[in-house]
C-alpha cells in the first residue's frame, strides 16, 4: 500500500469513541469569539453529529485593562443555560457549561452575552472588546455509526480518507478530485484534512476510522451508485460506475439529493452542472452579506466583504451601494460615516437630521483582494470617556445594495491573490503521469483551491496537450519538471542559474542569479498565457520537492496567506514566495543605480533559495535585461 497524504492524517482512534475537543476553526467558525461593548453578545450554532451532545465551551478571556468584573451567560432562547464569572487575570481560562443545551436538525443555536463592570474610563469599542481567544467545544456521547449513505457524512468531518486503485485510471482520479472539492465546499470554511491512499485494486480499507472520519473507496470496477460496506465494526462508502459515471456519482454525495437516500446503496442520475457565469451587477445579499444592525455606547461599525469568488470571475471597477439608516445624535456631535479598506478612507459620508443613507462607494482597484472588506462606521466627535456618559447610537445596513462590477483581464490582484477566481468558472486540469502520486498532488492542490472559495469549483481532466493548446484556464502538474508545454514562468531554472520572469513580450523583465553549486527545488507558479491564467505545480527533477511544498501549504490557513506570482521550497528550509514584478523593479531605474539594484536583486534571489552559506563559497552573477534595450551585465 502507497500512502499519498493531501493534508494532515487522521489521527488513529477505535471506531465510536467520543471525538476529542475541537477548535472553532474545525468546526467553520474563528476561534476568536468578541462580544463588544459593556453588554455584548453574538450569536454562535455549534454544529452536533447524531448521539453526541456538546457540553462545554473553553477558551481564554482576554478583558479591557478597565474593567473590574464580570460574567458571560449562556442563553438558548429563553432559556438560560450558565452563567460564569469572568477572571480579570490576563488570559484566564474560562469554560462556559453547555449542560442542557438542546440540539435540532444536527445543530445548537446558543446566544454568548457578556456583562462587565467598570469604574472611570469604559471606553468600550471595537477595540476594547471582551473576548474569547482559542476556544474548543467539547463533545459527550458515541458517534452513531452511518447505516445509509444520507448520514455518511457527519455534521462535522475531522478527516477523510480517499482510496484510489494504484493502477488509477484517469477517470479514478477525475473522481477523487471532484471528491475532495465537493467535500470541501460542502463544510465551507470548516478545516478538513484530506489523505488520498493507493490500494490494489479491488482491496478494502485496512484501517477503520476514528471519530468523525470517513473513508471512501473509488472504482470504476464497482457497481455503478455509492454503497456502504462494513469495515470491522465502522464503515466505509464505496462509489463505482463507468467512467462516464463516475464523477456524477461523486457529486451527488454532497449534492441536495444526499438526504433523501435513506439506504445503505444509492445510484445518482444527472446532476446541475455549476458554476455559471459571472453577471455584471449583482446584490450584496448574493455576496453572502446579511442585514445587519448594531448598537454602541462608542462609534458603531459594521463590515461589507466583497468576495471576488462570489463574483465568479477576477473583477475590477467594483462600485458597491451602501444603504441603511443610523441614529441622528445630538445636534453638535458632527457626525459622518467613513467606509475604510484597512486604515485607508474611500468615502466619507456627512450625517443629516434624515438617519438614513444610500450612497455608491467605488473600490480602488490597487486595494482589491481576494476577499476585500469595507469597514462603515459612524463616527461623532462628542463621544465620552467616562462610564455614564456616551451616546448610543446605532448604525444598519441593507443587503438590498447593488454591486457592479467589470471582469479584469489581467485580474487583479495578480499571482496567488487572482486564486481561484482567475480559473472561474472552470478550469482544466491536466498532469504528466497520472500515477496515484499525482491524483494525490491535485487531490491537495483543488483542496487547497476550494478553501478559498466560497462557491464549488468547476474542474476538468484532460490530457496535458489538451490543456497546452486550450483557451481555458488551466491546473498543470509535472512533478518532474517534464512534459509541460512551452511557458513563460516566473521562476526558470537549468540546475544552475535561476531566472524571475515578469511580464511578457516586449515588457519582459528578467533578472537572474547564477549559484554554484545548483540547487533544487520544488515550485508552485501562476502565470498567464494569452488572455487566460494557468497555476503550474513543478520541480527541478525532483518530485519530492514539490510534494514537501504541497504539504507545507496544506497545513492551516496557508494558502489564504500565499502572495507574490511563485512559491519555491529547497529541501530543508521553509517555502520562500516570489513576487517577480517587485523582485524586477530595478529594471526601471537609470544606468548608475544598476549596480547598486544588481547587488540587491541578487541577495533576494539568494535569500530565496536559501542557500547563502553555500553560495558564498561559490559565484554569484546577476544578469538582469528587457526586451526595450540592449542587455547590461552587473556583478
Known sequence: MVALCAGTGPALAAPGDPPPPMGLGQLGASSTISLPGQQGETSLTLPVPKDLTPSVLRGNVQIPAFVTGGSIDVLQGDRLISRTPVSTAPNAPIELPLRGVRVEKNAADIVLRGYLRAEGFCQFDADHALRIT??????????????????????????????????VKSAEGEAA????????????????????????????????????ERQIVIN?????????????????????????????????????????????????GSLRAAPQIAPDVTNLSDLGVSDQSVTS???????????????????????????GSYSPGPADADGLLSVRIGDRVISTIPTDESGTYDTWVDVPDELLSRYTELTVTLERGNLGESCGTGYRSTLSLSSAGEVQTEEADPPQPGGFGSLPQALMPRTQLAWTKGDPADVSRAVSIASGLQKLSAVPLGLDVVSMDDAGSSDQPAILISSDGGGLPDLNLPLQSDGRTLKVVSGSGDSEQTSSVTLNPGVNFGALEVTRAGDRSLLVATSTNDARDLDGLLSWL????????????????VAGHDPVSVASDEMNAGQQQSDSDAAEAGFAIAGVLVAAVLLAGLVVLGTILLRRRRHRGPTTPTS
Open 554 to 569: 496544506s497545513t492551516g490557513d496557508r494558502w489564504s496567506s500565499a502572495g507574490g506570482d511563485a512559491i519555491l521550497q
Open 134 to 167: 482559542n476556544t474548543s467545544v467539547a463533545y459527550t456521547g458515541r458517534e452513531a455509526i452511518p447505516t445509509d449513505v444520507a448520514e455518511f457524512l457527519p455534521p462535522v468531518l475531522r478527516g477523510l480518507t480517499i482510496y484510489i486503485p494504484q493502477d
Open 297 to 323: 455606547a462608542a462609534w458603531p461599525s459594521l463590515t461589507v466583504g466583497i468576495d471576488q469568488t462570489r463574483l465568479g470571475r477576477p473583477s475590477k471597477g467594483i462600485r458597491v451601494q451602501l444603504t
Open 220 to 268: 470504476t470496477d464497482a457497481s455503478p451508485g455509492l454503497s456502504l460496506h462494513d469495515n470491522r465494526g465502522s464503515a466505509y462508502l464505496e462509489i463505482g460506475g463507468s467512467s462516464d459515471e463516475l464523477v456524477t456519482q461523486t457529486q451527488f454525495l454532497t449534492s441536495s439529493l444526499a438526504p433523501i437516500a435513506l439506504s445503505s446503496s444509492a445510484v445518482a
Open 177 to 212: 478530485v471532484n471528491l475532495a472539492t465537493a467535500v470541501v465546499s460542502n463544510y465551507g470554511s470548516a478545516q478538513v484534512p484530506i489523505e488520498t491512499v493507493a490500494l490494489p485494486r479491488g482491496a478494502t480499507p485496512p484501517t477503520v476510522p476514528g471519530p468523525l
